[in-house]
Nanobody, 113 residues
């Protein structure tokens, strides 16, 4: 069974940067569209970015221009580079294999001064 493990969440000041990573247990990153979602307390989980097997990317308007999703097929990882972080970016971030609806356990991002 494929598993996803996120890492990289931390406490960061507004305007700072973080890089999240998602490691897959199998060689699936190159095959499927991979998503990043986030969920803040009291809010619905929302998709923030996606990358297809062909390398096409999609971003939510709220993060466009600040976040970058990338994929390393050799390492079976998907990353989310987050710049110019805002307090409203604070959430638990999850990665997901789109077609299989497999989720990681999440990693906490806190943005606060």
């Amino acid at each position: 069974q494929v598993q996803l493990v996120e890492a990289g969440g931390d406490l960061v000041q507004p305007g700072g940067s973080l890089r999240l990573s998602c490691a897959a247990s199998g060689s699936i990153v190159s095959i499927y569209t991979m998503d990043w979602y986030r969920q803040a307390p009291g809010k619905q989980r929302e998709q923030v970015a996606a990358i297809t097997s062909g390398g096409a990317t999609w971003y939510a308007n709220s993060v466009k221009g600040r976040f970058t999703i990338s994929r390393d097929n050799a390492k079976n990882t998907v990353s989310l580079q987050m710049n110019s972080l805002k307090p409203e970016d604070a959430a638990v971030y999850y990665c997901r294999i789109d077609a299989l609806n497999v989720w990681g356990q999440g990693t906490q991002v806190t943005v606060s001064s």
